[in-house]
């Protein structure tokens, strides 16, 4: 049966630049980030190139995914989170597409190491520390205090939402490498009973493999569906923690 691990190798494809000792490759992951990013570049440009009044396809499908994420970010952060529109568009269908593409057989997920992920939280958990301290100077520590706790236990609970402010990165990156890195594992492990059945028992074991071709199929619409739900839950957390940045204390 196939290595379910091996499809997370990163492969050096070609040498970019050597600066001393140390060699920059062009890796199958950047490759496939460069992906996502051009899907989400071909959506919007081919959107907006030829706007109508009665939108086609791709123009329709642009406006879908903004307003869907304009929508988030009012709901959560209000009117002024929308300037941060651009951020949160950009992680959302990054994610988005990059859990996609993923799920095509032969290629890469990258959002299923931990090294992306945490790239992506730590983006969100430094924009939301420089702008609240430049929004708000000092005020902005009244995160850590919430109104009408007895002072008697203050200090603790300013203890617990400090700790819980710093682990917002972990938790923010682990939720999305964990979904993707455990979904791809469960789908190459049943495809993999397919393929060890039919070559250890011949005709018998192609008939017994149907079943797990079919968890294969079934599967592969749940990772789809996963695909969307964590790019979404990735953006609306974004989005909360946004908001902290715009209204500390709150």
Not at 6 to 34: D, R
Not at 63 to 92: H, Q
Not at 163 to 168: A, D, H, I, M, N
Request: glycine share 10%; charged share 10%.
């Amino acid at each position: 049966m196939a290595d379910p691990i091996h499809q997370f190798e990163i492969v050096n494809l070609a040498p970019l630049v050597k600066i001393g000792a140390t060699e920059i490759q062009l890796t199958n992951s950047a490759v496939f980030m460069m992906v996502a990013v051009g899907i989400t570049a071909f959506l919007m440009i081919g959107a907006t190139a030829g706007r109508q009044l009665v939108p086609g396809r791709l123009q329709s499908m642009a406006e879908v995914t903004y307003e869907f994420v304009a929508d988030m970010i009012r709901s959560t952060a209000g009117e002024e989170g929308l300037r941060f529109f651009p951020l949160v568009f950009s992680l959302f269908t990054f994610i988005l597409f990059a859990n996609i593409v993923g799920i095509v057989p032969y290629t890469f997920t990258v959002t299923s190491h931990i090294v992306v992920t945490a790239t992506l939280a730590l983006l969100v958990f430094f924009t939301v520390i420089g702008y609240g301290l430049y929004s708000h100077g000092l005020g902005f520590f009244r995160l850590f205090v919430p109104h009408g706790i007895p002072g008697y236990i203050l200090p603790f609970v300013v203890l617990i939402e400090i700790v819980s402010f710093l682990s917002r990165p972990i938790s923010h990156s682990v939720r999305l490498f964990a979904n993707m890195l455990a979904g791809h594992i469960t789908l190459k492990v049943f495809a993999g009973f397919v393929a060890g059945l039919g070559g250890a028992l011949g005709l018998v074991g192609w008939v017994g493999g149907v079943l797990p071709l079919a968890m294969v199929t079934a599967l592969t619409a749940l990772e789809l569906l996963v695909a969307f739900l964590q790019a979404y839950v990735f953006t609306l957390l974004t989005c909360i923690y946004l908001s902290d940045a715009l209204h500390p204390g709150h």
